[in-house]
């Protein structure tokens, strides 16, 4: 069974920045499309950054220029940089993996807080 694990979440004041990270455990990740999506408070979740298997990425137009998505299918992980946040960054992130089938798979949410 797939399991997404992230970690890296924490509380940062607003300009600063923080990484996050998702293994992944009882598969490998090279055919998948990974991504990482946010969701905040009282809101519905929101895809911020997809990478495709060849590397290709998109952003939401909010993040775009401040993050940055890269995966390592050596050690099974998919990474977020979070460069200059801000206030509205605020809230849950998830990871998460579409295989080939199609079949996808949910981390368990890590909370990053950007206080203003």
């Known amino acids: 069974q797939v399991r997404l694990v992230e970690s890296g979440g924490g509380l940062v004041q607003a300009g600063g920045s923080l990484t996050l990270s998702c293994v992944a455990h009882?598969?490998?990740?090279?055919?998948?499309?990974m991504g990482w999506y946010h969701q905040a408070p009282g809101k519905q979740r929101e895809s911020v950054a997809r990478?495709?298997?060849?590397?290709?990425?998109n952003y939401a137009d909010s993040v775009n220029g401040r993050f940055l998505i890269s995966r390592d299918d050596v050690q099974n992980s998919v990474s977020l940089q979070m460069n200059s946040l801000k206030p509205e960054d605020t809230g849950v992130y998830y990871c998460?993996?579409?295989?080939?089938?199609?079949?996808?798979?949910w981390g368990q949410g890590i909370q990053v807080t950007v206080s203003s």
């Open positions: 998460h993996a579409l295989f080939p089938g199609p079949q996808d798979s």
């Open positions: 009882g598969t490998n990740l090279i055919s998948a499309y």
């Open positions: 990478i495709h298997d060849d590397l290709t990425t």
